[in-house]
Nanobody, 126 residues
């Protein structure tokens, strides 16, 4: 299974604006969505956002709507998640993933995702 390559994240203060990037080398994205999940210790993985390479549709979880912006560069096969106005509750490991759009929105089912990144830690703390 080809892996996605993630970058970005780190430690920021509340209100910070880090950016996550995800590259999908050698992966055909035209029929899928690319986006992010996040997970905190002791909790399940939750969908954060996706952008569809098929129809350019975009989705955000209610918890990040208005604060996060996802975009894609189809020529480079990459996606970016610009996070703003971060809160301590945004602290999590963020995982880039590729799969059908519904796999990001519905109850988490890892079998629905085709490719994963290694995860990157985002810590929001003063």
């Amino acid at each position: 299974q080809l892996q996605l390559v993630e970058s970005g994240g780190g430690s920021v203060q509340p209100g910070g604006s880090p950016r996550l990037s995800c590259a999908a080398p050698g992966i055909t994205l035209k029929y899928y969505a690319i986006g992010w999940f996040r997970q905190v210790p002791g909790k399940g993985r939750e969908g954060v956002s996706y952008i569809s390479y098929f129809d350019d549709s975009i989705w955000y979880a209610d918890s990040v709507k208005g604060r996060f912006t996802i975009s894609a560069d189809k020529a480079k096969n990459t996606a970016t998640l610009q996070m703003t106005s971060l809160k301590p509750e945004d602290t999590a490991v963020y995982y880039c993933a590729v799969g059908p759009p519904l796999a990001f929105v519905g109850p988490y089912d890892p079998q629905g995702l085709r490719h994963w990144g290694h995860g990157t830690q985002v810590t929001v703390s003063s």
